[in-house]
Nanobody, 124 residues
Framework: EVQLVQSGAELRNPGASVKVSCKAL????????IDWVRQAPGQGLEWMGR????????KYARNFQDRVTFAADTSTNTAYVELTSLRIEDTAVYYC?????????????????WGQGTQVTVSS
């Protein structure tokens, strides 16, 4: 069964750091990028960036360039996002996901696999 299993909810003070894990099950971890997406209360999905687990190559969304770090450990098939200098507005559900694809001679389609989400609350 293909699954992305994320770590549990986190509560942090402003200025602190948080690290969320995403364990990949049921597929070849290095075959697909892992995207990180968050959703703040009442807001839409916000893409944070992605990591290539094969070589740890990363791409960060502009708004997070200075505060976010992705990592991937192929020995455990686990991806991580660390967010530093937390602000109250960082309160959100953080998701990892990857996009799988199936191609045949005449068909192509994709499916997004999502972790269950990790609630990160930043509050003083």
């Amino acid at each position: 069964e293909v699954q992305l299993v994320q770590s549990g909810a986190e509560l942090r003070n402003p200025g602190a750091s948080v690290k969320v894990s995403c364990k990949a099950l049921g597929y070849i971890f290095t075959s697909y990028y892992i995207d990180w997406v968050r959703q703040a209360p009442g807001q839409g999905l916000e893409w944070m960036g992605r990591i290539d687990p094969e070589n740890n190559g990363t791409k960060y969304a502009r708004n997070f360039q200075d505060r976010v770090t992705f990592a991937a450990d192929t020995s455990t098939n686990t991806a991580y996002v660390e967010l530093t200098s937390l602000r109250i507005e960082d309160t959100a559900v953080y998701y990892c996901k990857f996009t799988g694809e199936i191609a045949t001679i005449r068909d192509y389609y994709e499916y997004d696999y999502w972790g269950q989400g990790t609630q990160v609350t930043v509050s003083s």
